[in-house]
């Protein structure tokens, strides 16, 4: 997924540079920051769109990031780094308000009018 010149590997792109580095652990107790990349580009390019409910392009519909991300309570997300390479989710998109206290990367965001 990471050949598509596109915007959307832009995730892909960012983590492979990360892995290259020096600064790297096998032991998340040491880790300083977790990458949560989304993939869009991996999915379907063409469900980057600006809908409402969005969520499942990139992550499961039941995704809960203190349920599935083991360490992110540890902080309450502030050491986890998002990337959306396509688009930012809206703002009231369950995933933005549970991660709301962390890093979140992106390319570009059109965020629709809720009223």
Not at 33 to 55: D, I, L
Not at 63 to 90: A, M, Q, W
Request: proline letters at 5%.
């Amino acid at each position: 997924c990471s050949q598509k010149m596109s915007q959307s590997a832009a995730s892909v792109h960012l983590h492979r540079w990360l892995m290259s580095g020096n600064c790297l652990t096998d032991d998340p107790s040491k880790a300083d920051f977790f990458y949560v990349p989304a993939y869009e580009a991996c999915y379907n390019e063409t469900t980057c769109g600006f809908g409402f409910h969005q969520t499942n392009r990139c992550f499961r519909e039941d995704f809960k990031p203190e349920k599935h991300l083991p360490y992110f309570e540890r902080s309450r997300g502030v050491d986890h780094i998002f990337t959306f390479g396509c688009n930012l989710l809206p703002w009231f998109d369950s995933v933005m308000v549970d991660t709301r206290n962390s890093v979140l990367v992106t390319v570009e965001s059109f965020q629709p009018e809720t009223s």
